[in-house]
């Protein structure tokens, strides 16, 4: 019913910048929070930062100051702007959001993943 579609990761230098975009499609009523996770070899899945449908925002104290999440509400879409990128930054960045589906309510969804190198 809906789909989430990351793009934007890949191989970059510390200090480089990068940024995710994250579509979703399919039989969507409203899009309520959508956010970024990301979980590193050995690590749990941690919160990057979050949005509201409002646009309120979260950050983990990490990324404070080096990313910025937008989004596009007419399209569905979530952004993760980062810069200043570290080498700790690489990880699999997931995109989540909670949509509703008219006729049958909220639910949570998942992207695939995309990868961020970072080196040094």
């Known amino acids: 019913q809906v789909q989430l579609v990351e793009s934007g990761g890949g191989l970059v230098q510390a200090g480089g910048s990068l940024r995710l975009s994250c579509a979703a499609s399919?039989?969507?009523?409203?899009?309520?929070?959508m956010g970024w996770y990301r979980q590193a070899p050995g690590k749990q899945r941690e919160l990057v930062a979050a949005?509201?449908?409002?646009?309120?925002?979260h950050y983990a104290d990490s990324v404070k100051g080096r990313f910025t999440i937008s989004r596009d509400n007419a399209k569905n879409t979530v952004y993760l702007q980062m810069n200043s990128l570290k080498p700790e930054d690489t990880a699999v960045y997931y995109c989540?959001?909670?949509?509703?589906?008219?006729?049958?309510?909220?639910?949570?969804?998942w992207g695939q993943g995309t990868q961020v190198t970072v080196s040094s």
């Open positions: 989540n959001a909670a949509i509703v589906v008219r006729l049958v309510g909220e639910s949570d969804y």
């Open positions: 399919g039989s969507i009523f409203r899009a309520n929070s």
């Open positions: 949005i509201t449908s409002g646009g309120s925002t």
